[in-house]
């Protein structure tokens, strides 16, 4: 710098930092500088999932290094450390050059130094001593190696391993490298386990909106799945590119400004971001068109209400008004069947020929529901518009509620909304508009809970079986009686839903399709003995039901009870059962 010459034998890439750092007029700098407090919270907010899939490597380097001269700091992509471990003299001594919690490490503002230079240059490296820029940092050495995220390759961040010049440290580089990608593993390990997330969030919704066109990707952008007709619907391939291509840069956003930077990227669609707790892990997508379709052609009032006697006076009221165009409001808790019966009632119709257009009103935006008003995207049907949730809907989103429902009463289409709290009780508190709810209850019926009619509960248990294995292509379950009755007794606190998740459950697990008590999950297993029950009539049932599960053979029954078939002789005279039974 002083004389204008290049000593023979310095590095290229030292050489080449040094040039780039000339131009920032930074040589006198004592220390770098540092983000105020406030600032680093945000960046340590922001590189909350760097920070968890360094977690480990970090608590390792820290026991390992104390007493070494040595400390390890790990950065974000803007060169900011983030957290500091090692040995406490070292560490202490790094705070007169800011090389601690809060520095900012780029060239532009210290010059050449292991951590600006490997962000600069995307790899590794080390400088020692005098190869530093600034004379003040060159009682340092430091090797950085730059850390990718798992999926979209992008920059996060790095691992710094510094400490004194004048101490002998010969294997920094690796050491930064192995951490590097001790945590690079960590955060692969990480995105599988939100992949699977998802999975099970799109299995949830799928239950909850039918087979709607739908794209879910995860926070690299990548795609998890994709219904078969997503990729036909949707057409404007170069969009969702584009799309796919912002999610890495806004996944670590809050929820609400991912959706806002995404909601317009493609017309016609919905969005939803997908978090657990306050951090997002993917996006999904379901196309706004595939909301008109027919009705469940399963969707058939009286075979609703052939169920009991609840639903037998449920649907002769629904029968009734299916012949109006009264708007209806159709109140019950989560998973009872609501929309499926908005869907009977649909069918049971004059408009039954007419589409039904189902909307999650949790999910809508008031911008894109705006637009979709004013292009005439929402309702331009003589079928069945089907609010599911409007009492989740935000004050300004109810506000367009009322004017879409005045809109299409006026053109004729009915209006059903769907429930899960009473909206009467939610008006009484103002959580809910008054004009909208008397537009949207004309009537008002509601589904009572499984508890509530037990009678009904092996009447749905059978429906359910046979309509899971015809649409499956499986085979049909069977109960034991034990398993019936425990069944039976369950309070089925997510009603139809969770009865339809524990048959998927249960004809995939099970490898003969008979299902007796101990087959069920735990909470179904402590149904209340009947009145009068003893435990000489409860081993009598066992053994019944040991020997139906066997198909009758005595020798797997008695393996199953856990006894010498011997003793099951023994057992069946003292009860009165028959030796040779069929299956």
Same mark, same amino acid.
């Given at each position: 710098?002083a004389?204008?010459?290049?000593?023979?034998?310095?590095?290229?890439?030292?050489?080449?930092?040094w040039?780039?750092?000339?131009?920032?007029?930074?040589?006198?700098?004592?220390?770098?500088?540092?983000?105020?407090?406030?600032?680093?919270?945000?960046?340590?907010?922001?590189s909350?999932?760097?920070?968890?899939?360094a977690?480990?490597?970090?608590?390792?380097?820290?026991?390992?290094?104390?007493?070494?001269?040595?400390?390890?700091?790990?950065?974000?992509?803007?060169?900011?450390?983030?957290?500091?471990?090692? %040995?406490?003299?070292?560490?202490?001594?790094?705070?007169?050059?800011?090389?601690?919690?809060?520095?900012?490490?780029?060239? %532009?503002?210290?010059?050449?130094?292991a951590?600006?230079?490997?962000?600069?240059?995307?790899?590794?490296?080390?400088?020692?001593?005098?190869?530093?820029f600034?004379?003040?940092?060159?009682?340092?050495?430091?090797?950085?190696?730059?850390?990718?995220?798992?999926?979209?390759?992008?920059?996060?961040?790095?691992?710094?391993?510094?400490?004194?010049s004048?101490?002998?440290?010969n294997?920094?580089?690796?050491?930064?490298?192995?951490?590097?990608?001790?945590?690079?593993?960590?955060?692969?390990?990480?995105?599988?386990?939100?992949?699977?997330?998802?999975?099970?969030?799109?299995?949830?919704?799928?239950?909850?909106?039918?087979?709607?066109?739908?794209?879910?990707? %995860?926070?690299?952008?990548?795609?998890?799945?994709?219904?078969?007709?997503?990729?036909?619907?949707?057409?404007?391939?170069?969009?969702?590119?584009?799309?796919?291509?912002?999610?890495? %840069?806004?996944?670590?956003?809050?929820?609400?400004?991912?959706?806002?930077?995404?909601?317009?990227?493609?017309?016609?669609?919905?969005?939803?971001?997908?978090?657990?707790?306050?951090?997002?892990?993917?996006?999904?997508?379901s196309?706004?068109?595939?909301?008109?379709?027919?009705?469940?052609?399963?969707?058939?009032?009286?075979?609703?209400?052939?169920?009991?006697?609840?639903?037998?006076?449920?649907?002769?009221?629904?029968?009734?008004?299916?012949?109006?165009?009264?708007a209806?409001?159709?109140?019950?808790?989560t998973?009872?069947?609501?929309?499926?019966?908005?869907?009977?009632?649909?069918?049971?119709?004059?408009?039954?020929?007419?589409?039904?257009?189902?909307?999650?009103?949790?999910?809508?935006?008031?911008?894109?529901?705006?637009?979709?008003?004013?292009?005439?995207?929402?309702?331009a049907?003589?079928?069945?518009?089907?609010?599911?949730?409007?009492?989740?809907?935000?004050?300004?989103?109810?506000?367009?509620?009322?004017?879409?429902?005045?809109?299409?009463?006026?053109?004729?289409?009915?209006?059903?909304?769907?429930?899960?709290?009473?909206?009467?009780?939610e008006?009484?508190?103002?959580?809910?508009?008054?004009?909208?709810?008397?537009?949207?209850?004309?009537?008002?019926?509601?589904?009572?809970?499984l508890?509530?009619?037990?009678?009904?509960?092996?009447?749905?248990?059978?429906?359910?079986?046979?309509?899971?294995?015809?649409?499956?292509?499986?085979?049909?379950?069977?109960?034991?009686?034990?398993?019936?009755?425990?069944?039976?007794?369950?309070?089925?606190?997510?009603?139809?839903?969770?009865?339809?998740?524990?048959?998927?459950?249960?004809?995939?697990?099970?490898?003969?399709?008979?299902?007796?008590?101990?087959?069920?999950?735990?909470?179904?297993?402590?149904?209340?003995?009947?009145?009068?029950?003893?435990?000489?009539?409860?081993?009598?049932?066992?053994?019944?039901?040991?020997?139906?599960?066997?198909?009758?053979?005595?020798?797997?029954?008695?393996?199953?009870?856990?006894?010498?078939?011997?003793?099951?002789?023994?057992?069946?005279?003292?009860?009165?059962?028959?030796?040779?039974?069929?299956?």
């Open positions: 710098m004389v204008g010459r290049v000593p023979p034998n310095i590095r290229q890439e030292v050489l080449q930092s040039n780039r750092s000339a131009k920032y007029r930074i040589e006198n700098s004592k220390h770098a500088p540092l983000v105020g407090e406030e600032g680093l919270l945000t960046r340590r907010a922001l909350r999932r760097l920070r968890r899939g977690r480990t490597a970090l608590a390792q380097a820290g026991t390992l290094l104390r007493g070494t001269d040595t400390i390890l700091l790990l950065c974000d992509q803007a060169g900011v450390v983030l957290d500091a471990v090692g %040995d406490e003299v070292t560490l202490a001594r790094g705070r007169e050059n800011h090389l601690h919690l809060g520095g900012h490490w780029t060239e %532009d503002v210290i010059g050449t130094n951590i600006g230079t490997a962000l600069a240059a995307g790899r590794p490296i080390a400088v020692r001593g005098p190869e530093h600034c004379e003040a940092i060159q009682r340092w050495s430091c090797a950085a190696t730059p850390i990718s995220d798992a999926g979209s390759r992008s920059l996060l961040g790095l691992v710094d391993i510094s400490w004194p004048h101490v002998p440290q294997n920094a580089v690796a050491l930064s490298a192995a951490l590097a990608a001790q945590v690079e593993s960590e955060l692969t390990h990480m995105l599988a386990r939100e992949r699977e997330r998802l999975m099970e969030q799109l299995h949830l919704r799928r239950l909850r909106r039918g087979n709607e066109p739908m794209l879910i990707v %995860d926070r690299s952008g990548a795609d998890v799945f994709a219904t078969d007709d997503f990729a036909r619907f949707c057409d404007d391939d170069q969009t969702l590119t584009a799309l796919r291509a912002r999610v890495p %840069d806004l996944i670590d956003q809050t929820p609400h400004t991912i959706t806002e930077a995404l909601s317009k990227c493609l017309p016609g669609t919905d969005l939803e971001v997908i978090a657990t707790g306050e951090d997002a892990i993917g996006v999904l997508i196309l706004r068109r595939s909301r008109a379709h027919a009705a469940d052609a399963n969707a058939d009032l009286v075979k609703i209400g052939a169920a009991g006697a609840a639903s037998t006076v449920l649907c002769t009221q629904a029968q009734r008004l299916a012949q109006t165009n009264i209806l409001l159709i109140e019950g808790e998973g009872v069947g609501k929309t499926f019966l908005a869907q009977a009632i649909h069918r049971a119709s004059p408009q039954a020929d007419g589409p039904f257009e189902l909307i999650d009103c949790s999910r809508l935006i008031a911008g894109r529901l705006c637009d979709d008003l004013a292009h005439g995207r929402i309702g049907s003589h079928g069945v518009l089907c609010l599911n949730g409007p009492g989740e809907a935000p004050p300004e989103i109810q506000k367009l509620l009322l004017n879409l429902v005045e809109d299409v009463s006026h053109a004729g289409m009915r209006v059903v909304a769907l429930s899960a709290r009473p909206l009467l009780k008006v009484q508190r103002g959580a809910f508009r008054s004009d909208l709810y008397y537009r949207i209850a004309g009537a008002r019926l509601e589904i009572q809970p508890r509530e009619r037990p009678d009904e509960i092996r009447p749905l248990l059978q429906q359910l079986v046979l309509s899971h294995a015809i649409e499956n292509n499986r085979r049909e379950l069977r109960f034991t009686s034990r398993a019936t009755t425990a069944l039976a007794a369950h309070p089925w606190p997510g009603n139809l839903l969770e009865m339809k998740n524990l048959i998927g459950a249960l004809d995939a697990l099970s490898p003969t399709g008979l299902i007796d008590e101990r087959t069920l999950p735990p909470e179904f297993r402590h149904a209340p003995r009947p009145a009068g029950e003893t435990l000489r009539d409860k081993e009598r049932i066992e053994i019944l039901e040991a020997i139906e599960a066997e198909g009758g053979n005595l020798s797997r029954a008695a393996q199953r009870l856990g006894i010498a078939r011997s003793t099951l002789y023994l057992k069946l005279d003292s009860h009165g059962i028959p030796r040779m039974r069929q299956g």
